[in-house]
């Protein structure tokens, strides 16, 4: 029983550390867009990106 | 090209759809017969339906996108109705957006570069993002475009040395996407900004709670033989640690809510939540720092997560709600082609007309402000304005109001009144003033959550002292407790979820509820009262009847000819004959005249005929036609040089769901009624086909709503489903209001609902989802009240221990909110 007197404090800071990350997740627009990554990751990057390699 | 084998089967099963020859290539939707678009998408020929989706598809193969048709994984949004698609013209109104004082209003600077948030419609999946993002990054001068999915937003950053807002809009029109600038002080940019903060607020408030119940779950199982002090201590010391962010961030709107309240001397909801809140923390603190007494961590951060949580949902519905409205109002600045000395003509905004200008206003477009006809005379259509059905002629030297849409030739107008002191400016005072008048239920709403919280302070406080008089130890606790437990969860929970659950689910059936009172005051409503025009009616003329008055003549011939004659013409009668004969083979017209106010004549094959009004052919046919039955509508003959031919009957069409909605609301035992613009004939007539009984004709803006005020003066509770402008006044004082999705975009801004898909039965669906909301909110209540009744006692007389009434408060909760989420599945539509 004598650890629980390592892990509560341990937990406490744990759950801080999770609000410090989330909150910086939400500054830098993480939960802006939810669908959009998830369709663009279908898109290749390397091709159809105009006239110049039509030929291609 | 072999890249369409790795693509996933929803892919390749679109594309393998779209070569079908029945639907078209760009949008899916059917291609009508005899019709030849084609447009060549790597070595294959795909037919389209019309030449709005041939010229994006064009554009889209000629820019090299073409791999945009192999990936996507639906059909675009057709470009049939996407002005400015067809051709590579700028459509003139597109460029008020250039102007310096529009931008200002709606883009700001960034260094050397502007920026702006843009609304972009028409998007169905991956691939449009590509495509749009991929358009703009080629054009001169947009430094970077980043397209928001979730939101259908695009962030704009663009060179003003080297483009103009109006080359990115007309660039996205040729590639089959409506877009137009968000103003970004507009509530929707507000709404955005507090649901990240509320949403912020209920991520911590949930993680708080979570970890707290950790800690509070062993005190609730262990007694004093196995946990010792210590750590019980050090338990309540996490905890402790743990809530601080819950109420100090998260519970935030409570305590804003609360001042609020108090500041303005009424008594909210919000006052027992925070002091709820602030009594339950402060006394749970004291017996921490105290080591002894109970303390309601668990129970405080619960409250905050689950009241949170329903004002997040209510908040999701108010967004999608509001996004969906901001759709509908275009935010196209009213124009009008302004004629210049030189006789050149510009574009310019409606607000910036002068008296004495002159205007020049195209076929189907609308007069921007009020004047007086120049030159020629003018066929007018001014249903919006009076609700007459029928297009009148004006000749030069007549006054037309603003709002009044031109349905003949291009018009010349000389502009006697400034935009601000026009007609249209009149009808919206008008329905300013009359918003004041209307009765306010949320007040009612309010007062009794005042008495129900006034109530509860005060046992509360009564609590506290007769227990310092019988046990001063536990008094605190005890009242505590009553606050706690009696803490307005479910009756705060019980109507805002139903609400929220009930707006969502009619969002996604196309009825947009602007108004949080809608659905309650609907379901009292005692008196619905229809607008005819556009309402009850398509509010288009449609062809109803067809009499062919010569032998040897068939129905066919009779409306092919006639479609030949009208074929050029843009008056709505005409557009009626030319919808009706559209699947006929057309016909050669020589020798085309047109006389004003009369009719059409030219010749076909040989042989000269004339169609329009019964004197006009008869000065033709000769002989008078011998039987005229006296049918409703409006009569257009058609006729040769020796015989009548026919006679076609059209008429505005009722819509054909307007007669079950009306029979629904009167088998519901409401008063239907029917207010128009429009002649008693017609009015009688379309009424007794609808078996409304009161039905009044010939009504003005101002009579109609003098009408409805003396119904609301002997105690009726009207909804009023109105249409065109001169409904905005009555549509405001009405008790609850629709307004059709078609319809002005003044009449939505004052109307309580929109019915977004164009439907009439969205109202009686409506009706039902209020009645079935109101079914659900009084059981939430009847259910919040029961609680209440039990727990306030047992809490009072000191029965509940904290466990179990957290226990109760969140079981409680949780059925609540069950119970309105039933609503957001809506039985399937008849």
Known sequence: MEALYILIPVSVALVFLAVWIFLRATDTGQFDDLKGPGMRILQDDDRGTGRDNKET | ?830
């Open chain 2, 1 to 830: 090209m072999t890249a369409s084998l790795s693509l996933p089967a929803s892919v390749v099963a679109v594309g393998s759809e779209a070569a079908s020859e029945a639907d078209c290539f760009h949008c899916g939707l059917p291609v009508p017969p005899d019709t030849h678009y084609r447009v060549r998408v790597q070595e294959r020929e795909q037919a389209l339906c019309c030449p709005g989706c041939q010229a994006v598809a064009q554009t889209i193969v000629d820019s090299g996108f073409a791999d945009y048709y192999q990936t996507r994984s639906s059909f675009s949004a057709s470009a049939r109705e996407v002005p400015g698609s067809v051709g590579d013209l700028i459509p003139e109104a597109l460029r008020l957006f250039d102007a310096e004082e529009e931008q200002q209003r709606y883009a700001r600077a960034a260094g050397n570069l502007r920026e702006a948030v843009f609304s972009v419609e028409g998007i169905r999946c991956a691939a449009c993002v590509w495509l749009i993002e991929r358009r703009l990054a080629r054009l001169p001068g947009v430094a970077e475009a980043s397209m928001n999915v979730a939101s259908e937003r695009l962030h704009l950053r663009w060179d003003p040395a080297l483009c103009q807002p109006s080359q990115v809009l007309a660039g996205l029109r040729q590639i089959g996407y409506t877009a137009y600038p968000c103003d970004p002080v507009r509530q929707a940019a507000q709404l955005q900004k507090s649901g990240k903060k509320l949403f912020r607020q209920v991520f911590i408030a949930g993680l708080c709670m979570m970890q707290v119940m950790m800690y509070a779950a062993p005190a609730y199982m262990s007694d004093a033989d196995t946990m010792d002090g210590d750590m019980a201590s050090l338990m309540r010391w996490a905890s402790l640690l743990l809530t601080l962010p819950a109420v100090l961030y998260s519970a935030q709107p409570f305590f804003i809510g609360a001042w609020n309240s108090l500041k303005s001397r009424a008594l909210g909801m919000d006052v027992p939540v925070a002091l709820g809140i602030a009594a339950a923390f402060v006394g749970s603190t004291i017996s921490t720092l105290r080591a002894v007494g109970e303390v309601y961590f668990d129970s405080v951060t619960m409250f905050i997560f689950l009241l949170l949580c329903s004002r997040y949902l209510e908040l999701l519905a108010r967004r999608k709600a509001s996004g969906a409205l901001e759709g509908l109002q275009h935010a196209m600045p009213a124009s009008a082609l302004r004629m210049l000395a030189d006789g050149r003509q510009e574009v310019v905004a409606a607000g910036r007309l002068q008296r004495g200008d002159v205007i020049r206003v195209r076929p189907g477009e609308a007069f921007a402000v009020d004047g007086v006809l120049k030159e020629c005379a003018a066929t007018v259509d001014l249903s919006l304005l009076t609700g007459e059905s029928r297009p009148q002629t004006r000749q030069p030297g007549e006054s037309i109001p603003g709002g009044a849409v031109n349905a003949g030739q291009a018009a010349l107008l000389q502009v006697t009144r400034p935009l601000a002191d026009s007609t249209l400016s009149a009808l919206l005072r008008l329905a300013e003033r009359a918003g004041q008048a209307k009765p306010r239920i949320a007040q009612w709403a309010d007062q009794v959550a005042a008495w129900f919280v006034l109530a509860l302070l005060l046992l509360a406080l009564g609590v506290f002292i007769a227990w310092n008089v019988i046990d001063p130890a536990r008094a605190w606790p005890v009242a505590i407790a009553v606050l706690v437990v009696s803490c307005p969860c479910a009756l705060s929970l019980a109507t805002p979820s139903v609400l929220a659950a009930a707006t969502d689910a009619l969002v996604r059936r196309g009825v947009l509820v602007v108004q949080p009172h809608v659905l309650e005051t609907l379901h009292r409503a005692s008196h619905i009262v229809f607008d005819k025009t556009g309402t009850l009616t398509v509010g288009q003329p449609v062809l109803q009847a067809c009499s062919v008055l010569s032998p040897d003549l068939t129905r066919e011939r009779a409306l092919q000819v006639a479609a030949a004659l009208e074929g050029a013409s843009l008056h709505p009668l005409a557009r009626a004959l030319l919808v009706a004969a559209s699947d006929l083979p057309g016909l050669q017209v020589t020798q085309l005249q047109s006389f004003a106010g009369q009719g059409l004549q030219g010749e076909v094959e040989g042989c000269v005929y004339r169609i329009g009004s019964q004197e006009f052919v008869q000065a033709l046919a000769g002989k008078p036609l011998r039987q005229v039955s006296s049918v409703d509508g409006t009569q257009v003959f058609l006729g040769n040089d020796s015989a009548w031919l026919a006679c076609f009957t059209i008429e505005d069409a009722v819509r054909p769901e307007a007669a079950s909605v009306v029979a629904r609301f009167q088998a519901a035992g409401k008063k239907v009624m029917l207010l128009s613009g429009d002649s008693q004939g017609n009015v009688s007539r379309i009424a007794a086909q609808l078996g409304i009984e009161h039905a009044l004709g010939g009504q003005s803006p101002h009579d109609k709503l003098e009408r409805v005020q003396y119904l609301q003066s002997n105690g009726a509770v009207v909804a009023m489903v109105g249409d065109g402008i001169n409904d905005a006044a009555v549509l405001k004082a009405a008790d609850v209001s629709f307004a059709m999705g078609g319809g002005a975009a003044l009449a939505q801004v004052h109307a309580d609902a929109v019915l977004v898909s164009g439907r009439l039965s969205g109202v009686w669906q409506t009706a039902d989802c209020a009645r079935r909301a109101m079914l659900v909110i009084s059981q939430n209540l009847a259910w919040a009240s029961l609680y209440n009744l039990l727990a306030i006692p047992a809490a009072a007389l000191g029965w509940l221990n904290p466990w179990l009434s957290a226990l109760g408060m969140s079981l409680s909760s949780a059925l609540v909110l069950l119970n309105a989420l039933r609503l957001a599945r809506l039985p399937k539509e008849d």
